[in-house]
C-alpha cells in the first residue's frame, strides 16, 4: 500500500513551514506503476518535482501577485529522472564497463568505475592492471576471493566508491541508518541574520524564478538536477566546474538552461573570484562531501558571511553526522548498501540483486534540494536572515520506503520516450531529452540557454 501522492506532497509543503492553501493550485495525475519497480518510484519522483514546482510558484506569487497552477503527470515525472538523451541521434555510453554489481566469497559487492581514478583505485586494490584494458572477467575472479563487508571496508579506507549489498534489516541494525532516520528529509536551518533581500517585481508574463542568481558547484546528477529545476523556472543557474576534475556523460542533459564557468579553488585567485560572484547570488547549490568545501573556505557560516541572506543548499551521500557522514557514494551505491538492491530481487522473485529502474534517489533529491532552496528563498524574502537546506541521498531513501510497496509493481506497461522528448541545440549538437514534467499554468517551464560544455562563459553574472 502506497502514501497517496497528495498526503507525501502536503506532508512536504507543511514541514517547509509554507503557506498551507498553495496546495489547492497542485494537480497531482497518474498512478504506480509507472516504471517495473515494487517502490513508489513514480510517486517519488511526480512528489518531489510538484513541490520544487509549487514552491516557484510561490515565489512568482510573492514578486508579482500572479497564483499559478502546478501540474505533474506521474509518469512523465518518472520518465524524466531516466535522463534519456541523445547527442546527434546517438546515445552516450553512460556506465563504464566494470561499474555494477559482483558476487563475492560472501555477498555481493557494488562498484562505481564511471571516473578513470575511482576504477584504477579499484583496480589497484585488487592487484589488477590499472586503465581500461582490464576487462569486467578478471574483476569478476578475484572479488571472488573477497568478503563483501572487507572490501567494502578495504575501499572506503582508500577512498574508493563501492558498497556491500544489505538487506533492509541489515541497513536498519547499522549506525548510520539511525543516524539517517533522526534527519529531515528536506532541512532547512537559518543560519545568520540578515535583512530581507528583496526580489525584483516581476511582470505575470515571467517566469517565477527570472534573475534568481544560483551558483550550481554540484557535478553528478543530484546537484545538477537542482540547479536545472530552477533554470527550468527562469532562474540565472552558473555551472562551476574545477578544470582539473572530469565529468559524467550526463552532464549534457543537466547542462540544459546553464551558464558554465572555470574555477578553479585549489587557487587563491580562483578561490577569490567565486567569492565575487557569490556576494551577488541568491541561492548557493554545493555536492561537496560534508567539510571538504569548508576546507576551501565556504563553509556555511563564511558563505553566509561572505553573502547575508544567502540560502546555501548541501547535497550528501549519508548526511552529515554519524560513522558514514564523511563516506562517498553515488545513487546506485546507495541504492545497494541500504537495501533497495535485495528488496527489488525478491520482489521479482530473482538470486541477482536488482537495482531499481532509474536514479531515483538522485533526483528525487535533486528535485527536493530545489524545493528546500525555494521555501529557504520564499523565508527570507519575508524575514530575513541566511539559511542553510540540507539533503542526503540516503534520507531520500528512506523517504521511498515510508511511501510504501507497489503490489504488481513489476507490470507497468512498457516506457514510451517519444512524447516527452523536446530537441534543442547544444555545444555537443543536438541534443534530444525530456522535457520538463513540471507543468505551470501562465509561465511554461523550459530552457532558454542551451547546455554547453565547462567553461563557455566567463565567471560573471548577466544582468538581471
Known sequence: ??????????????????????????????????????????????????????????????????RQRVRVDMRHAALECCGRFTIDGVAPQIWDKLAGLYACKTGWVRLHTNFAHHRDGVLRLLGLPEGAQTERAAVEATLANWDAAAFEQAATDAGMVVAALRSFAEWDAHPQSAAIAAQPLVAIERIGDAPPLTLPTLPQSSRPLNGVRVLDLTRILAGPFCGRTLAACGADVMLVNSPNLPNIEAIVDTSRGKLSAWCDLRTAAGRDALRGVLREADIFVQGYRPGALAGLGFAPDAVAQARPGIVMVSLSAYGETGPWAGKRGFDSLVQTATGFNQAEARAVGAAQPRALPMQILDMASGALMAFGAQAALWRQQREGGSWHVRVSLARTGLWLRELGRVADGFKSPAADFA????????????LSAVRPAAEFSHTPAGYVRPAMPPGSHPLAWPAR
Do not use: K, Y
Request: charge should be negative; proline fraction near 4%; avoid cysteine.
Open 1 to 66: 500500500m502506497t502514501v497517496a501522492a497528495a498526503t507525501a506532497l502536503e506532508s512536504l509543503w507543511r514541514a517547509a513551514a509554507l503557506p498551507a492553501d498553495a496546495l489547492q493550485h497542485a494537480t497531482l495525475t497518474g498512478a504506480d506503476p509507472v516504471l517495473p519497480s515494487s517502490f513508489a518510484v513514480g510517486g517519488a519522483a511526480q512528489v518531489s518535482f510538484a513541490a520544487a514546482a509549487l514552491a516557484a510558484a510561490e515565489i512568482g506569487q510573492l514578486r508579482n501577485g500572479l
Open 419 to 430: 512524447e516527452v522528448m523536446e530537441t534543442s541545440a547544444s555545444g555537443w549538437g543536438e
